[in-house]
DNA sequence: CCTGGCACTCCCACGTCGTGAGTGCCAGTC
DNA sequence: GACTGGCACTCACGACGTGGGAGTGCCAGG
């Protein structure tokens, strides 16, 4: 049946005010504030209809209503439009990122600002290592039996890691690798290299197979434990403002945001979900502990794939549009950064 | 005037039930719980004295005692003695921080560890750069006018910088230039770097110079403003345990956090203050806003001097002890990690 | 110098109660 | 049939009052 056209208004009111006000809203104060054509008794008669479907709910008797999770999954969907950033707030934005001296920069850049815009907690995932490919690998000799492997990736990221040798080895062996591990990895996307990474022993000179079998050993560890994804965190503070909704314990969230692997899947990106900004409401997500947090999320990358995550957690009750808005601006000038930075 | 024996007995026992139950605790309740050979009204007697000379206060008239920062500081300074861990504690921390792989890796663990073992707020500062020797300087062309600079220090710190040439260099050239930046600059301290690398200019063949002058600004860039020091942090969610502590309020604590500047200035190491546990008790330090925050704070490194430092924040109301044990601990493994890593 | 006793203070938990915002329902109107 | 005004009803919430109990200060006696 589609939908009554004045309740999705009341709906949307509802939800508007409520953000705003933090406090249930009445059938009077909506009548109010929003220039329904109505009388506040239309208003009862449709509030309780939709109470009866399930999108607003009364915390107790005689008190006003709030949007449930499902009323703002109607919200999101159908009832707003993502709000455009101001010219103003889009050029401080800009300039806001542009100071940056490289990736590490960036992120931390990038999550303060979210974390400020949003006035919640911003997360910043790194560019992922597996969706990023290989642009030099450089091997510097520490000493005689120990290289440091340096990976850079083309979205400016760098990897170290040092590698214990069998035995020595005089410069020119080591510079023989280095030569081969870039004929053959350079370009490559790093979720391809394991197999080639695997080959390289077999290309290489007989004397320095042992080297390379250690050097392979660590490349692989790099490529798999090390898979662990970085993030960067901000705007923890805001979660004081909205401790209420959190039923008075920050707990859950503050430990949700310790443990990166929870992060990671809450604004990691899964797919190639490409611009789409994403929104998980209340228990849409799988952690029971943080069943009033909503999560806003993104992808960004220098094209059109993501290499990372972006996004924010926050009370179900939120500023949907702004924040969403907000996410979707800074993924994007993030992305022309790292555009520049790397031009392929 | 020398303190009276009793009366010291009797602030200690105040700190220790006071932390304990986080309850303002009475003469009687003392009587009981630690066998003072006396009565009540002895207690009663030495408290109103110790409350007189601002050990300790009542929150109202009425109520048990809780001891004032003045009475912390005495029980730190006189009253209590560094609890020593046990084997089992010891043993679990060698074998956590054992598995690191890389810096990064042994400093996350070591702040993630101190937080359990607290059950506070840790932080970690990554070994400072100044205090760090070169240990080797690495230049990868990325392209034929762009240079990847890497600097690896002796604490296993590894800083890269993308450099600007400004023409093409051919492979050999940059061989040159890294053979003579490494001839200047290993072993050398960071701090006494930057006349070093101004030197540099003059050092190379005429058609190197233009070369030479942009990486030498970037190296000092690097050794300016990279100088802002890392940190890793943990334990945020332990707040949550403490939060009648700071007044219900956690948005003074939650914003130094997030103030990397603060945190160096509370935790960092000012000189070169050896082994020694540092102990900021209320407003000793000079943040107002943590009038209630304790900070146990420590240096670590290699060797006798240390190269970062690391601690805890908690209310004033803690188990110095056992925290001052553990932050100890933890920052003397590090440092046996460190050494090892790189031996000198 | 210590102790037992006693009067005093005052926080806190608990129950009571009035108030007001908000509701559901119903009869009336366009 | 959809909307409106009116009315009785429901409860959360803050104010107020009260009793109990933990803890103190002081004093006189050992």
Redesign the pocket.
């Known amino acids: 049946m589609p939908m009554d056209e004045?309740k999705l208004d009341v709906l949307r009111a509802i939800v508007e005010d409520y953000v705003a006000t933090q406090?249930?809203?009445?059938?009077?104060?909506l009548v109010d504030r929003h220039n329904l054509?109505?009388?506040?008794?239309?208003?009862?008669?449709d509030?309780?209809v939709l109470?009866e479907e399930g999108y607003i709910r009364?915390?107790?008797?005689?008190?006003?209503?709030i949007p449930t999770d499902k009323g703002y999954r109607l919200f999101v969907d159908k009832l707003s439009r993502i709000k455009p950033l101001s010219p103003a707030e889009k050029r401080a934005i800009q300039r806001f990122l542009e100071g940056s001296l490289d990736l590490d920069d960036v992120v931390h850049r990038a999550v303060r600002l979210l974390a400020q815009l949003t006035r919640q907690v911003a997360v910043v995932q790194y560019p992922s290592l597996t969706r990023s490919t290989v642009r030099h690998l450089e091997l510097i000799s520490v000493s005689t039996t120990r290289l440091l492997v340096v990976m850079i990736t083309d979205t400016g990221r760098v990897e170290q890691r040092l590698c214990e040798l069998p035995g020595p080895y005089d410069e020119e062996s080591v510079l023989t690798l280095r030569r081969l591990i870039n004929e053959k990895l350079t370009g490559k996307r790093l979720a391809d290299t394991p197999s080639l990474v695997a080959a390289l022993v077999d290309e290489v000179r007989y004397d320095l197979r042992p080297a390379m079998t250690s050097l392979s050993t660590v490349l692989m560890e790099s490529l798999a434990e090390r898979n662990e994804e970085r993030l960067a965190l901000a705007g923890t503070v805001n979660l004081t403002r909205s401790a209420l909704d959190f039923h008075g314990s920050l707990m859950p969230i503050l430990e949700a945001i310790e443990e990166e692997v929870v992060l990671l899947k809450l604004i990691g990106e899964t797919g190639t979900s490409g611009s789409m900004v994403r929104v998980l409401i209340g228990d849409e997500h799988e952690f029971a502990d943080l069943r009033t947090t909503s999560v806003i999320s993104t992808g960004y990358g220098p094209g059109q794939t993501a290499v990372g995550g972006m996004g924010v957690l926050g009370p179900t009750r939120m500023d949907y549009p702004s924040t969403m808005a907000a996410v979707r601006a800074v993924a994007r000038y993030v992305g022309e950064i790292l555009a520049q930075n790397s031009p392929h």
């Open positions: 004045r406090e249930p809203v009445g059938s009077k104060a054509r109505v009388s506040s008794a239309t208003v009862r008669n509030m309780a109470e009364q915390p107790h008797t005689s008190a006003g209503r």
